[in-house]
């Protein structure tokens, strides 16, 4: 982990749903004690408006956020990097600590398909600042 706070990256393909709910909610709960990224391997143009919604129903507005490209420089500064559904386009770098979190896609869906998928990534940031040693902001 880097001498400061620990860095985490969150890997999507469109970087439209998954990764930026799981970043949001790092953020939130990590306050100022981790640094946050999240990109995709092929970026849509906004973030799904289902999931804004879904976030804003938990106190976490995401409205302003867009998706963001995944290069080699975002992995390499990170000390945590968190794929969801990317795959073969998801690049490896020895020394990382990788997680691959199986998640339903929102892609497509209404915010109360989205609700159970919002839920379960908070769980599993919630777990992940544990495995930090990271107690959760209120």
């Known amino acids: 982990m880097s001498e400061t706070k620990p860095s985490v990256l969150f890997v999507c393909v469109h970087n439209a749903g998954r990764s930026q709910m799981a970043a ?3 953020t939130h709960l990590g306050a100022d004690r981790v640094q946050v990224r999240s990109a995709g ?4 143009s906004t973030v799904n408006p289902a999931v804004v919604e879904a976030m804003r129903e938990s106190g976490i507005d995401i409205s302003a956020e867009a998706p963001k ?5 975002a992995v390499l500064a990170s000390d945590v990097v968190i794929t969801m559904g990317c795959g073969d386009a998801c690049p ?14 929102p892609a497509g869906q209404g915010v109360a398909a989205v609700r159970p998928i919002r ?11 544990a495995s930090l040693g990271i107690e959760p902001a209120a």
């Open 24 to 26: 949001a909610f790092l």
């Open 119 to 129: 839920d379960e990534i908070e769980q599993r940031v919630r777990g992940l600042l």
């Open 69 to 73: 490209v995944l290069t080699t420089e």
């Open 41 to 44: 391997s092929a970026p849509a």
């Open 92 to 105: 490896y770098f020895p020394g990382k600590r990788y997680l691959d979190w199986q998640l339903d896609d």
